[in-house]
């Protein structure tokens, strides 16, 4: 574990960005993705499923358990290989 793991995580502003597709309480935890130009933040990672962007209210971090409420697929964080901060492995 680096010493950046242990930092404290920082927090996000959640706004509603119009997705409509999941309860009104839960929509700012996700935004649609506007596709390979789209640069995701260090609190947001691409649903493998279904191609939302998952919002989170703080950074997240390897290992992180994230839910697609979307198409209800359970996921788990890890460092993008490309120009995103962070990646998903389904999880059953
Ligand atoms: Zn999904």
């Given at each position: 574990m680096s010493a950046r793991d242990d930092a404290p995580r920082q927090q996000f502003e959640l706004d509603e960005r119009?997705?409509?597709?999941?309860p009104r309480k839960y929509r700012k935890y996700y935004r649609r993705w506007a596709g390979a130009s789209d640069a995701l933040g260090p609190n947001e990672v691409l649903c493998?499923?279904?191609?939302v962007v998952v919002r989170s209210g703080r950074e997240l971090r390897a290992g992180d358990r994230v839910y697609?409420?979307?198409?209800l697929t359970r996921m788990r964080v890890k460092r993008g290989a490309?120009?995103?901060p962070w990646e998903a492995d389904v999880e059953y």
């Open positions: 119009g997705f409509d597709e999941v493998p499923v279904c191609k697609c409420m979307a198409c490309g120009r995103n």
